[in-house]
């Protein structure tokens, strides 16, 4: 990803670039740090988090966006620290940085920042955490699961999602049912690698949620791990308020083949959410029974291209299995 | 979406005489973003049945007899 930028910055910039990062105008000073950051180069790192420093903050802010590019402790240390500036946009760039980190060296800065005092900054190391998948992270993440602060729940789900320790699975199942939806949401979709009747169990509580997106996630939970008695529960979603929930809950039942499914998807495919066509006709194809050919030659005009085209191939495939 | 109903106003036109739909080709009608070109059954051939053409051009680079010809508007070349 180095040198590919709108600023096709080489090494040799660099020496003149930091020229003008001594620059008294703070304009400058930012543009030098956009330019270090599309360059990518290692060498750009240490000139970043120097300007975490800066007395503006638009530069600060500039810097902490940059080091999304770099990896490893420094730049973790660095940002950890940026997550405690005291100008809030500063911070969530710093946070936003944080959540791109991928080396399980760069977890022992976030680690100590786990139990500040602000939950925002508590929230936004998890966040970093989540992709180091790092195991000393896994039981302070289950007992994140008791914060006070519905943010830092949510990440700390996050974290055991990635981590995806059978041991957090009553905290996840927990979880599931936390007053936050946010919460409630990314629990479900952790559950994925719960073995099958806790997922099922956690998939039903959600299909029945409250909040459209906690169904949503309950629908795709079902479709993702073949939930086989969850079609009931599926069909009564594809009647859902919310036009996401039906398609989630459309491709579920495409996952588990149900034929029953036929007739209410192929009416799915007049919807006037183009969206919800493709997922009807998608799941017509997992199907592949004959009983969906009459629903999916219909919309072969449909006005989506894309309803057209996964029409014809999920025709394709039920004639073709058809031998 | 509309129909393509006059060809001489056609922006994609495929050479009947290259055109190996018939054979079974169908690379035009895959590699189509906006999935406008279709076979037709009673020639066998392929032809621009949506006229909804982004001048994207995979149908005239990919198609192996080079029988897909798309016409670009002046202001676009």
Known sequence: MAGQGIFETLSADLAEIETRLASADPAER???????????EAAAQPMLIRALADPDA???REAASGLDQFDGLETATALAGALLDPDADVAAAAASSLAELKSPGAAPPLLTLIVHERAEVRAAAWRGLRGLKVKPALAPAIEALKDVDPR???EAVGVLAYLKNEAALPALIEAARDQDSDVRRAAISALA???GAVAAEAARGGLADEHWQVREAAAALSGKISIADAAPSLMLALDDAFWQVRGKAALALGKLA???AIP??????SHSVSNLRKDAATALGDIRHPD???FLDAVADDADPDVRKIARWSAHLIRSSAG | MSFAENPSEFPVTIDAEKCIADKGCTVCVDVCPLDVLRINPETGKAHMRYDECWYCLPC???CPTKAVTVAIPYLLR
Not at chain 1, 30 to 40: D, K, P, T, Y
Request: no cysteine; aromatic share 2%.
């Open chain 1, 30 to 40: 930012r543009v030098a740090i956009i330019e270090l950051a599309e360059s990518a």
């Open chain 1, 58 to 60: 638009d530069v600060r």
């Open chain 1, 152 to 154: 830092v729940r949510r």
């Open chain 1, 193 to 195: 690698f719960a073995p």
């Open chain 1, 258 to 260: 149900s034929v029953e």
């Open chain 1, 264 to 269: 209410a998807l192929g009416a799915l495919l």
């Open chain 1, 292 to 294: 969906a050919l009459p």
């Open chain 2, 60 to 62: 005239a680079l990919d």
